[in-house]
């Protein structure tokens, strides 16, 4: 396995690094406009990905590189003044050149006007240098162009424009090509090619989305049920099959039916944060467990399975889609954040490229189930094993255990029903893994084990993993951070004892522990809401950003969840590192924005959505919109550093357990809030 994981990891850093150098993050489009008699206008409008940008024409020299129109000469047409671009482009400080610079995001076009020289149609010719940028990486191009204008016909005046009837980035497209007067060229290669990119890139974050916290603890449980029970071994593997293209057919009909409903782009949360199939889930996990602690065997009736075996045992297939079915539910409170680009597309009409981006995301998502799925059928043709596989269907039930309580944790958060503290769920784990150590040595037995008349070595090596696991909680009962394990546990918040709240953080004085201003007013919702680590903040967008301006601070905003693992393992690795938490409390005001509350919030707070023109009647629902309207993702973490108007100070920041990164992050951010404030 340590093997496997290491090979996973080298292929995800060598795709990112060829996807960095090989794949045009823009889009572009031409066309050509006859505005006013011998006057045309070449429009070039680029399509941004998410999370890159293209730099401006207009700033100063000595930075990075600008975007640049190139021209071919010819007798045919003359260049008109310099190209317009729109909207306005953000302007920011760029630490690397220590200059500003001005870039677009998301989208941009560029305005050429020329004078038309020639009757006869003609095309023009040139290329666009030009460099994008993300976080960590930036690119260099210099594509080719050609546009189709029209000449000026010497007997018939070109069609003049109305007046106030000027070019606009959001002009429907087919209804423009209808006029005579313009060409739309759209360079379908490219198109091609943004297919495959899309598929690739999804195809190698599928891979990813197994190991993270929600998901790689659902493999000993597909491990499992795919050991019980008898068939052929083509049986056997046709389920496995069964199993996998039901995960690629589930992961592609979420981004369909996202498309033609918009259901939203919140979909996903809010499976993984209702506590319907929350509840659903938990009261599954409990029979799986039972049953393979042997209270009883999950088997289809006699009669429909003694039909599904005369019928090619369609019986086992349907559970293979249900055991599918419930590990694509149960992976989208950690697999969201990943696909979550892909659903903003749905939910904004595209189709297309979130039905290839979701079908590449679920058939990397499937095929490592699979391969397990059909492991364990090959396991029993071999010879007599004795009851060694009891054994880990046993250990694997009490892993299982211990899993389904978090998804009464996901309800307990989201709902605020305070009937599942941390400690109390510390407390369930420690006795299961402690019971688990026992079971390994021999000190406790189910009804169907066989005797243990003496400890193995892998047994031994187990049962000391199992009992250090259990002390390893054991502080956690008291306060103690657990960072290894504090993506599956509820937040520190939820603690109902804690004898480390009124410490000072290892690393800090007791300077540093105390806000260096109070704030202005008490927050709303922090009789339910709270910040960890004893970080005072507020919870509503509006409050904050009010009491920001009072301090003369610049803004952190947190868009997370109650269910994102993501969330609480940056908390608890990089918000605890004591020059992270020095900063937070002293040079921000913090605006948690919990994106999967269900609190109802007063009528005359509700919000009609820019977005899909529905009303949003609860936090979650609230600042979800949000982060999607205002920044176009709707993954958590999220981290945006804005000042007092609501403008970005520095790129938005996502997952890193870098914490040297998000040091650099903040300070960035408020180097550039005191340059806005001089």
Avoid at 7 to 36: H, M, R
Avoid at 139 to 161: I, L, M, Q, R
Avoid at 464 to 490: D, K, Q, R, T, W
């Amino acid at each position: 396995m340590k093997r496997i994981l290491i090979l996973l990891s080298v292929f995800l850093i060598i795709t990112s690094t060829v996807f960095a150098q090989l794949v045009d993050p823009v889009k572009w489009s031409y066309k050509s406009k006859n505005v006013k008699g011998d006057t045309t206008e070449i429009i070039f409008e680029a399509k941004i990905d998410m999370n890159w940008h293209l730099y401006s024409q207009y700033f100063g020299e000595g930075g990075p590189v600008r975007t640049t129109f190139y021209f071919d000469e010819s007798d045919k047409f003359e260049i008109i003044g310099k190209p317009s671009e729109s909207p306005e482009p953000e302007e920011v400080m760029d630490e690397i050149f220590n200059m500003r610079v001005k870039y677009f995001s998301n989208a941009a076009t560029f305005v050429q006007k020329i004078k038309v020289l020639t009757e006869k149609d003609f095309e023009i010719t040139g290329s666009i240098e030009y460099q994008v940028c993300q976080d960590d990486k930036c690119v260099y191009f210099n594509p080719d162009f050609s546009v189709k204008v029209k000449g000026v016909k010497s007997e018939t005046e070109a069609v003049e424009a109305k007046s106030g009837d000027a070019y606009s980035p959001q002009d429907d497209l087919k209804e423009i090509s209808k006029s005579e007067n313009i060409n739309v060229q759209t360079n379908a290669s490219e198109t091609g090619s943004s297919m495959w990119e899309i598929f690739l890139l999804a195809f190698v974050l599928g891979l990813a989305g197994v190991l993270t916290p929600c998901v790689f603890p659902m493999i000993p449980m597909t491990v499992s049920f795919f050991m019980q029970g008898q068939s052929t071994k083509f049986n056997s593997i046709a389920k496995a099959l069964i199993f996998g293209i039901s995960i690629v057919v589930l992961y592609t009909s979420v981004g369909l039916i996202v498309s033609l409903t918009s259901a939203g782009a919140d979909l996903t949360t809010t499976l993984s944060t209702h506590w319907i199939p929350n509840t659903i889930f938990f009261a599954l996990f409990i029979a799986f467990a039972a049953s393979f602690f042997g209270m009883f065997e999950i088997v289809l009736p006699s009669g429909l399975a003694n039909k599904a075996d005369r019928q090619v045992d369609k019986g086992g297939f349907l559970a293979s889609f249900f055991m599918a079915f419930t590990l694509v539910i149960v992976s989208f409170s950690c697999t969201g954040p990943i696909v979550g680009a892909l659903l903003v597309k749905a939910a904004a009409g595209d189709i297309l490229e979130p039905l290839i981006g979701m079908f590449g995301f679920g058939l990397a998502f499937a095929l490592p189930f699979t391969l397990f799925a059909i492991f364990p059928r090959m396991l029993k043709g071999l010879p007599k094993s004795g009851g060694w596989m009891n054994t880990v269907k046993v250990v694997l039930g009490f892993i299982i255990l211990a899993f389904s309580f978090k998804f009464i944790a996901n309800i307990d958060q989201s709902y605020h029903l305070n009937i599942l503290s941390r400690d109390v769920y510390l407390a369930i784990w420690i006795v299961l893994f402690i019971l688990l150590g026992f079971y390994l040595l021999g000190k406790l037995k189910f009804s169907h084990d066989s005797d243990v008349p003496f400890v193995t070595v892998p047994r031994l090596v187990l049962a000391i993993i199992s009992f250090s696991f259990a002390l390893y909680l054991l502080p956690g009962m008291f306060g103690a951070e657990l960072n290894a394990v504090s993506s599956l546990l509820p937040p520190k918040s939820a603690q109902q004892f804690d004898i480390t709240e009124s410490n000072i953080p290892i690393g800090m004085t007791a300077s540093d522990n105390t806000d260096s201003e109070t704030l202005c007013e008490t927050p709303k919702y922090s009789d339910i809401l709270h910040l960890p680590h004893g970080l005072q903040g507020y919870f509503d967008y509006e409050q904050g950003m009010e009491c920001a301006k009072k301090l003369n601070k610049p803004v952190l905003l947190d868009f997370k969840g109650h269910a994102c693992s993501n969330c609480k393992e940056m908390e608890n690795k990089v918000w605890s590192d004591p020059d992270v938490l020095k900063r937070l409390r002293n040079d921000y005001v913090i605006i948690a924005l919990y994106v999967d509350d269900r609190t109802k919030l007063p009528e005359d707070e509700w919000v009609t959505s820019q977005y899909d023109g529905k009303v949003k009647k609860t936090i979650g629902k609230k600042y979800a919109d949000f982060q999607i309207t205002k920044y176009n993702i709707n993954s958590q973490p999220y981290y945006v550093l804005v000042d007092h108007n609501g403008e970005n100070l520095t790129e938005p920041k996502g997952f890193d357990l870098n914490v040297n990164r998000f040091i650099e992050f903040l300070d960035t951010g408020l180097k550039e809030f005191k340059e806005r404030n001089k």
